[in-house]
């Protein structure tokens, strides 16, 4: 060995020993704010962190109350800023609702912290599938285009992460008389007409979206139908909305998420793109008004593999499927009047106007007007009403 070796071996053998948790002081502060921001002293509780997107949170909090059934004790429900309306319509079913910073979210649910199959009392749970492997497992949420049940719908996937029964029944968000007033007299300032107006809500933050030349196309086209129509501002970033907001030859309300359901209410139909806001205004179940999704992917998909490869191919084009609400939550179509169409964003301007009147006429007997069979070949929602009626 030479003197070279020697000197290195020495430097390794004096050099500090690696920290086994580099997280290790994080974590400490984490269990610090546990402890005197979180628990509640004398009181066992579940501690629900939501740190996801709306529709997420939207899952997480429809299913409160049966988790308390289930589980017995009551639910901390921790969110970010941007959610803490949405929250408000679920606090009667909660112990605590505490709004948390999303700097402090994200070390909660990225560092680590918690570990993945964490499901105990005074404990904070990360309380969406995200965090449980299915965003990384193979293809799990293509169960769901199978016939029968249909394997699992993102809603059994939270009903899995939360260990409740797979009939556990979803509760809608409480709108309260003061939302509904708020709602009532933003329409009147700017000239709802009850039953004959349409809210546009092209915005998206996760789902691709639909190009202006589209949504002005919808527009104009339900102008000649003679209803008054809106476009949502709310939520709207640099990076969520389409090139021109709003969308030409519309009205703009900047609709917080606690005025959306009440508003569509007086409406009378709302057009939306796969998001969070259109999973809540489902979840709202009031089924007095007409609700369409528009599911957009390319023209171009082809045949794709899963993380298994070539044992397990699947088409692209049923991935954006999966986001229909047949697929994703059966159980709140059940009885509402609901179409939902598949637009191809790159498709010409030409066929993207095609598709536009299709939407606002609602013209179901076009192609792309979605439809889920059972194995019998009998309408889905039909074959299984007798299970899905209860449920939501």
């Known amino acids: ?119 105990e009392l005074d404990q904070p749970i990360s309380a969406c599938w995200i965090d449980r492997g299915f965003r990384n497992s193979d293809g799990i949420k293509y169960l769901g285009l199978y016939p029968e049940r249909g394997g699992i719908s993102e809603m059994d996937m939270m009903r899995f992460v939360l260990r409740l029964p797979w009939n556990s029944r979803l509760d809608a968000p409480r709108i309260v008389p003061d939302a509904e007033e708020r709602a009532w007299q933003l329409g009147r300032q700017n000239g709802l007409r009850l039953g004959r107006s349409v809210l546009l809500c092209p915005i998206n933050n996760s789902a691709k979206k639909l190009p202006d030349v589209f949504w002005t196309a919808v527009a104009a086209r339900l102008t000649e139908l003679g209803f008054t129509v809106f476009t949502n501002m709310g939520g709207l970033t640099p990076f969520n909305g389409l090139a021109t907001m709003p969308i030409a030859n519309t009205i703009p309300v900047d609709l917080p998420i606690d005025l959306v359901i009440p508003f569509v209410h007086l409406c009378g139909r709302v057009i939306t793109g796969t998001n969070g806001i259109s999973f809540l205004i489902m979840m709202g179940g009031l089924k007095t008004f007409k609700m369409t999704q528009l599911l957009a992917h390319s023209k171009d998909e082809q045949e794709g593999h899963s993380s298994l490869g070539v044992r397990s191919p699947y088409p692209p084009k049923g991935h954006v499927m999966v986001a229909s609400h047949l697929y994703a939550a059966p159980e709140l179509a059940m009885g509402m009047p609901l179409n939902e169409f598949l637009v191809a964003y790159d498709e010409s301007p030409e066929e993207l106007q095609r598709m536009a009147r299709v939407v606002a006429e609602q013209d179901t007997s076009d192609p792309a007007s979605v439809r889920r069979y059972a194995g019998n070949g009998r309408p889905y929602l039909e074959e299984h009403a007798d299970w899905l009626r209860d449920m939501a």
Not at 1 to 26: I, K, Q, R, Y
Request: proline share 6%; net charge negative; with cysteine.
């Open 1 to 119: 060995m030479s003197s070279n070796d020697s000197a290195v071996l020495a430097l390794v053998d004096e050099a500090a020993p690696a920290d086994p948790n580099p997280m290790a002081e994080l974590h400490a502060m984490l269990d610090q704010m546990v402890e005197n921001s979180i628990r509640i002293p004398g009181k066992p509780a579940w501690i629900l962190m939501c740190g996801y997107a709306i529709g997420e949170t939207v899952e997480v909090c429809s299913l409160i109350d049966a988790f308390t059934k289930h589980h017995g004790h009551g639910v901390i429900l921790v969110v970010m800023p941007k959610h803490a309306a949405l929250a408000k319509m679920y606090a009667h079913r909660c112990l605590k609702v505490l709004v948390m910073e999303d700097e402090w979210m994200r070390a909660f649910l990225r560092s680590n912290y918690i570990p993945q199959d964490r499901f």
